[in-house]
T-cell receptor, first 113, second 114 residues
Framework: KNQVEQSPQSLIILEGKNCTLQ??????????LRWYKQDTGRGPVSLTI?????NTKSNGRYTATLDADTKQSSLHITASQLSDSASYIC????????????FGTGTQLKVEL | TAGITQAPTSQILAAGRSMTLRCTQD?????MYWYRQDLGLGLRLIHY???????GKGEVPDGYSVSRANTDDFPLTLASAVPSQTSVYFC?????????????FGPGTRLTVL
């Protein structure tokens, strides 16, 4: 059973629009949650790391939120650009695993003109 | 800045053959990792090394071996490749093994086993 579930699986939006991607996790105990961006044919790149005590964190046009009580996180992208087209992956450390990570399957975002 | 380099970029390999995927980082990071990424699945950890001279098994270690003779290099070896090892392989590194240490990924190696 995947301990990190993401939705939607894929999404198409027009350039300039906003969007929100969702992540639900069941890993426990919980220490932090990460969002990565993966361009096609490239390795993932870290966007944010949020600890259980943080409920929002921004990185430019990307804003991540975290609700540790409901075990949900979201990634909001503002004023989307063509270069935002990528897979966005939610990541949580293994239970008791320190820096060993459990990856979601990602949301594939396509930004169109 | 090079960061993490992986070689080869892609490879087609006959089943039963052996192969070593190379990974080198220039950030002097202590920890290194090997993942595989398959369609419809999240990245899965194969092996890791918290520091030079030590290695550990991840989620899917069977059929793979690693070594960490020095800080910079972390090769992944397939002793006798099978078609189910067809995948994209990513090497990553992090400065430490703390809960919030960022992992930096290489560009990947696309391996096809026929």
């Amino acid at each position: 059973k995947n301990q990190v579930e993401q939705s939607p699986q894929s999404l198409i939006i027009l350039e300039g629009k906003n969007c929100t991607l969702q992540c639900n996790y069941t890993v426990s105990p919980f220490s932090n949650l990460r969002w990565y961006k993966q361009d096609t044919g490239r390795g993932p790149v870290s966007l944010t790391i949020m600890t259980f005590s943080e409920n929002t964190k921004s990185n430019g046009r990307y804003t991540a939120t975290l609700d540790a009580d409901t075990k949900q996180s979201s990634l909001h992208i503002t004023a989307s650009q063509l270069s935002d087209s990528a897979s966005y992956i939610c990541v949580v450390p293994f239970t008791g695993g320190g820096n060993k990570l459990t990856f979601g399957t990602g949301t594939q975002l396509k930004v169109e003109l | 800045t090079a960061g993490i380099t992986q070689a080869p970029t892609s490879q087609i390999l006959a089943a039963g053959r052996s192969m070593t995927l190379r990974c080198t980082q220039d950030m002097r990071h202590n920890a290194m990792y090997w993942y595989r990424q398959d369609l419809g699945l999240g990245l899965r950890l194969i092996h890791y090394s918290n520091t030079a001279g030590t290695t550990g098994k991840g989620e899917v270690p069977d059929g793979y071996s690693v070594s960490r003779a020095n800080t910079d290099d972390f090769p992944l070896t397939l002793a006798s490749a099978v078609p189910s090892q067809t995948s994209v392989y990513f090497c990553a590194s992090s400065d430490g093994t703390g809960d919030t240490d960022t992992q930096y990924f290489g560009p990947g190696t696309r391996l096809t086993v026929l």
